[in-house]
C-alpha cells in the first residue's frame, strides 16, 4: 500500500514558477522547499498526522542556521508544512496540527490554498528545537479518545496474554540487573564445561582430580536421594556436602559457595571457581541436561559473519584477547600459567570459528571423561534421582512466609555469577547470551551490574576483563542486530560494583578500578566510519557508566564515606542498594553520605516523608525489581477495584503510593535466574498484579523513568529519548498494540 501523498513545491527562478520533485527528499533537502501538502487521508486510513509528526521532527533536527543578518534566506529557510484534508473530522486535523502542521486546507475548498499561503497560516518563525522537549510529550497530542484510552486500559492479570504481548512490544530500559545470576542457566552450564575442560587439559594430576571428581558425584547422588524428603533442592546438597566433609549439619543453609570451600581439596592447585565449574557439570550430567551443550557455542563461532559488516568491533575484541593470551602473559596480561598455555592454544587459530570448535572439542572430551568417572562413583541415569542446576539456584514460586528473605533469595547466586567469567572466551559467550536476551524482550538500553575485580583468578587482569567485556557487549549488540532477523540494536553499559559485606581492600579496588576507568581515554571506544551507516544515532559503544554498592544492608554507609571520595572526585554516577532489608534510614545515607543518584529497591523510603519529599525534589529515582521484591517483602497483592486498597499501609507494594506523589520509579529484573519469570515484561506484569493494575499511561511512565535516570550525559539521553518516543508514537497510534 502506498503511504499518503506528500507534495513538495520550491521556488525556481521566480515566485509563480515550482518544480515537483522528482524523488523523496531527504531531511536535510527539505529545508530546500517553500511548503509541504501532507494527505492526511489515503484509503480511508488516516495515516497523514504520522508523516506530519515524522517531517516536523525531521525539521526540528535539521534546522539550518540563520545568516548572518539574522535571518534565513527565503528559500532556505524552514519550509511551511499544511495538510489536505477530504472530511472535516476534526479530532484528525487537530492532531495533525498539534503534531507539527501549520494549517490545513479541505479538498472540497483547495481553490482557497493560495490565499491560506499568502496568509500564512498558524507559521511562527520561533520553533521549539525538539532536543528541549520533554520525553514522551507527542503522546499528549494524540487524539483524545486514544489518550483517554491509555489512561483507562489496565494492564492486569485478566487479559494477560495480550498485556503481555503489548508490554514486550514496547522499547524498554533495564537499569538494574547483575551479570552473574541474569545469563540463562544452559549458558551457565556450556560455560562451566569450558571451565571444567581447562582444568582436565593442564590442571593437577589426573588421579587426582578423579578423586575429586568422584566426590562430587557421590555428593551429588546422595542429595538427590535427600531432595525427596527436603522441601528445597538447595538445602539436599548443602546437607549431603556438610555430611562429607565433617561438617556439622546446619538446619537451613547460607549461601551455597561454602560447599564449594567444602569441595576444595587441601595441597591441590586448584581454585574455587574451577570447583564450581565441575559441580555445576556434574549436576547437569546428573540430570543428563546436556542437549544443545555445545550448540551453544554457535553464536561464538558466526562472529567471523560480523566481521563483513563491522570489522571494527570484531576486530577490537579479537585483538584484545591475543593480546591477553600472547606472548605478554609474563608481563602481567595473564597471571595463572595453568590456564594461559590452554586459552593460547584456543585463539591460535586467528578466527572465531577455529576458537569455537578448540571450545566444543575440549567440552566434548570433558563430559566423556566426567561420565566415566560418574559410572564409576554408581551414577545410573536410570535409576537415580535427577538433581538439576535449576532445582537449586531456583526460588520456589509460593515459600512459606518464613523463608521470605533477602538471605534466602540469594541461597542459589554462589553456583552462579563470578566464577563462570574467569576465560575470556566464557565473557565472551555471557555477552551473547544477555544481548539474545534483551532482543527478545525489546530491551533497548541495559546497564549491567559486575564486579569484574573478581574476574581475575583465572589469569586475568581487572583493567582487561573490564575492557573485555564492554567489548563483547558491543560485539554481541551488533551480531544480534546485523547477523540476525529484526535488526534491533541493543546499547549496553557496564556499572561496576562492590559488596558491603566485603573487606575495605575489595572495595577500595573496585573504587580504583572505576576511577581509572573513567579518567583515562580509550581508542578502542570510538566505531570506524566503517559502522556509522549501520547503527542508530542514539547507539554508542559500551562504557563503565557507573558505581554500584550492594550486599548486606546491615553494615552502615558509615564504613565507606571516606574511601568513596576518589568517586566524587572523578563525578562518578553511584547507585546504591538501600531500604530493602534495612529501614529508610539506609536511603538517607546512601544519598546524603555516598551521594547516591539512584536507589536499588527503596522498598521503605516511605517511612520517613521528609526523605521522601528529598528524593521527588531532587530526582532520585528508585529501581524498583517486582519479583525480587515480592519475594523478600512478602507483600499482599489487592484485587482489582478493591474499594479497602490503601497505597500507603506497609503491607502493600510502595510503588502505587510512589507513584501518586511524584517520585521517579524505574523497573529492573535484578537476578532473573533465582527466578521463574526471567524477563523485565514479566516484571511488568508483576509490578502491575502488586498494585491491583497499572493503566498503560503508567506503564509508560515507568518505562520513560528508565530512559530518563540511565547513567549517560544528557545529550545521549534526549537522544535516546526521542527515538524511544517515535518508536512508542508508532505502537500507540497503530490501534493493534493490544491484540
Not at 500500500?1 to 531527504?26: F, L, N, Y
Not at 514496547?170 to 547483575?178: E, G, S
Not at 578423579?210 to 538445602?235: C, D, H, K, P
Not at 563462570?420 to 559467550?429: F, G, T, Y
Amino acid at each position: 500500500m502506498d503511504p499518503p501523498t506528500v507534495d513538495a513545491t520550491r521556488s525556481k527562478g521566480s515566485p509563480g514558477e515550482s518544480e515537483k520533485s522528482d524523488a523523496t527528499p531527504g531531511p536535510q533537502k527539505l529545508h530546500g522547499y517553500d511548503v509541504i501538502l501532507v494527505d492526511i487521508e489515503f484509503e480511508g486510513r488516516p495515516l497523514g498526522a504520522s508523516i506530519v509528526r515524522q517531517i516536523a521532527a525531521w525539521l526540528d533536527m535539521s534546522e539550518e542556521p540563520c545568516s548572518a543578518a539574522g535571518a534565513a534566506a527565503p528559500s532556505a529557510g524552514r519550509p511551511r508544512l499544511m495538510v489536505l484534508s477530504l472530511s472535516k473530522d476534526t479530532e484528525q486535523i487537530q492532531q495533525a496540527l498539534n503534531l507539527g502542521a501549520e494549517a490545513y486546507v479541505l479538498k472540497e475548498r483547495v481553490f482557497g490554498l493560495p490565499a491560506v499561503l499568502a496568509g500564512g497560516g498558524r507559521r511562527s518563525p520561533e520553533v521549539e528545537p525538539r532536543g528541549s522537549r520533554s520525553a514522551f510529550r507527542s503522546l499528549y497530542r494524540l487524539p483524545p479518545r486514544v489518550l483517554a484510552g491509555l489512561q483507562r486500559e489496565v494492564c492486569g492479570p485478566e487479559d494477560e496474554k495480550s498485556v503481555r504481548a503489548w508490554l514486550r512490544a514496547l522499547p524498554k530500559a533495564d537499569l538494574h540487573h547483575h551479570i552473574g545470576t541474569c545469563i540463562s542457566l544452559p549458558t551457565i552450564q556450556a560455560l562451566a564445561w569450558n571451565t571444567f575442560g581447562y582444568l582436565l587439559r593442564k590442571g593437577p594430576p589426573l588421579s587426582q582430580l578423579e578423586a575429586l571428581a568422584s566426590g562430587v558425584w557421590q555428593i551429588v547422588l546422595e542429595a538427590g536421594v535427600l531432595q525427596q524428603s527436603e522441601q528445597s533442592a538447595a538445602v539436599a546438597l548443602w546437607r549431603s556436602s556438610a555430611g562429607a566433609n565433617g561438617k556439622p549439619i546446619p538446619k537451613k543453609p547460607d549461601v551455597l559457595d561454602a560447599v564449594v570451600k567444602w569441595l576444595k581439596p587441601t595441597g591441590l592447585d586448584i581454585e574455587d571457581f574451577e570447583v564450581t565449574a565441575l559441580l555445576v557439570a556434574v549436576l547437569s550430567l546428573a540430570a543428563q541436561e546436556l542437549e544443545g551443550l555445545c550448540e551453544r557455542w554457535e553464536p561464538f563461532a558466526r562472529i567471523d559473519e560480523l566481521a563483513k559488516k563491522q570489522p571494527t568491533l570484531t576486530e577490537n575484541a579479537w585483538s584484545l584477547i591475543i593480546r591477553l593470551v600472547g606472548d605478554r602473559a609474563s608481563e602481567g596480561e595473564w597471571r595463572r600459567s595453568l590456564t594461559h598455555a590452554e586459552a593460547r592454544k584456543t585463539f591460535e587459530g586467528n578466527n572465531w570459528a577455529a576458537a569455537a570448535k578448540a571450545i566444543q572439542e575440549r567440552v566434548r572430551c570433558a563430559c566423556d571423561w566426567l561420565k566415566s568417572v560418574g559410572k564409576s562413583a554408581g551414577w545410573d541415569p536410570a535409576t537415580h534421582s535427577h538433581l538439576s542446576l535449576a532445582d537449586i539456584v531456583s526460588l520456589p514460586n509460593n515459600p512459606p512466609p518464613g523463608e521470605r528473605s533477602l538471605s534466602r533469595y540469594l541461597w542459589g547466586a554462589g553456583l552462579l555469577g563470578a566464577d563462570h567469567l574467569q576465560l575470556p572466551e566464557n565473557i565472551v559467550l555471557a555477552s551473547m547470551d544477555l544481548a539474545r536476551q534483551a532482543r527478545k524482550d525489546n530491551i533497548v538500553y541495559s546497564e549491567v551490574r559486575c564486579a569484574t575485580t573478581g574476574y581475575t583468578k583465572g589469569g586475568m587482569s581487572a583493567v582487561v576483563a573490564t575492557d573485555l567485556l564492554c567489548r563483547s557487549l558491543d560485539l554481541a549488540a551488533a551480531f544480534f542486530a546485523l547477523c540476525e532477523k529484526g535488526r534491533r540494536w541493543v546499547r549496553f553499559n557496564v556499572l561496576l560494583g562492590a559488596k558491603r559485606h566485603k573487606t575495605m581492600d575489595e572495595f577500595d579496588e573496585a573504587v580504583a578500578l572505576l576511577s581509572c576507568c573513567l579518567q583515562r581515554k580509550r581508542a578502542d571506544r570510538r566505531l570506524g566510519s566503517d559502522s556509522s551507516a549501520l547503527t542508530p544515532k542514539w547507539w554508542k559503544p559500551c562504557k563503565v557508566a557507573g558505581f554500584d554498592l550492594s550486599g548486606d544492608e546491615k553494615v552502615e554507609a558509615e564504613r565507606f564515606k571516606d574511601h568513596v571520595r576518589p568517586l566524587f572526585k572523578s563525578c562518578a554516577s553511584i547507585t546504591i542498594h538501600a531500604g530493602e532489608a534495612a529501614s529508610a534510614d539506609s536511603v538517607w545515607q546512601a544519598t546524603y553520605m555516598l551521594g547516591a543518584r539512584r536507589i536499588g529497591h527503596g522498598l521503605r523510603l516511605r517511612e520517613n516523608r521528609e526523605l521522601l519529599n528529598y528524593c521527588i525534589t531532587e530526582g532520585i529515582c528508585m529501581e524498583m525489581c517486582p519479583i525480587s521484591n515480592e519475594f523478600t517483602g512478602n507483600f499482599v497483592a489487592p484485587t482489582y477495584g478493591d474499594k479497602s486498597y490503601d497505597p500507603r499501609e506497609r503491607k502493600y507494594y510502595p510503588l502505587r503510593y510512589y507513584m501518586e506523589q511524584g517520585l521517579e520509579v524505574c523497573l529492573g529484573t535484578d537476578n532473573r535466574y533465582l527466578h521463574s519469570r526471567q524477563t523485565l515484561t514479566d516484571e511488568y506484569l508483576e509490578a502491575a498484579r502488586l498494585v491491583g493494575g497499572l493503566t498503560e499511561w503508567e506503564v509508560l511512565k515507568l518505562v520513560k523513568a528508565g530512559f530518563k535516570h540511565a547513567f549517560l550525559p544528557k545529550e545521549e539521553v534526549e537522544t535516546l529519548l526521542r527515538a524511544v518516543e517515535e518508536e512508542i508514537f508508532d505502537l500507540v497510534t497503530a490501534g493493534d498494540t493490544r491484540p
